[in-house]
């Protein structure tokens, strides 16, 4: 199925095939209209700069453990990937990776999901990246 609409941030119009069976309809609607999923990862870097907590999502791919945005236009390698289980709790994921300005977060997943709480890590004097 086809979707037509015009990005109000990069102001092009759009198509987006979305397939046969289903599947997203190719933009992200928010408060200023509806935004492409390119500008989605524009949007998120920049709230990222001034966060100091943002949700993304923590996904098993090809390529190993990756964190990103919703529509995956965003993404970074996450490391030091941990997994824990107590009897009677849901498994917990726990991991780390740097954005696209150099800031170092902290992740962490629960359950049976893919959402990822994260924080910022604060930079020490000694620490380099």
């Known amino acids: 199925m086809l979707h ?3 990005c109000v941030d990069c102001k ?5 095939d979305s397939g046969p069976v289903c ?7 928010t408060n200023d209209g509806k935004v492409c999923y390119a500008c989605c990862a524009k949007r998120d870097t920049v709230q990222m700069s001034t966060a100091q907590t943002f949700t993304l ?3 098993n791919t090809a390529q190993g453990w990756r964190v990103q945005n919703w529509p995956g236009t965003l ?3 996450a ?5 824990e289980r107590k009897p009677g709790k849901v498994r917990r994921y726990s991991f780390w990776f740097t954005d ?6 902290e992740g962490r997943n629960n359950g049976n999901n893919q959402i ?3 924080r910022r890590v604060r930079q020490r004097r000694y620490q380099t990246v």
């Open 100 to 105: 696209s300005n150099g800031q170092r977060w």
């Open 4 to 6: 037509n609409f015009h």
């Open 12 to 16: 092009q119009d759009k198509t987006h």
């Open 116 to 118: 990822a709480r994260c």
């Open 75 to 77: 993404s970074f390698v």
């Open 23 to 29: 599947g997203g309809v190719g933009y992200a609607d």
């Open 79 to 83: 490391y030091g990937v941990t997994s």
């Open 57 to 59: 999502y923590f996904v």
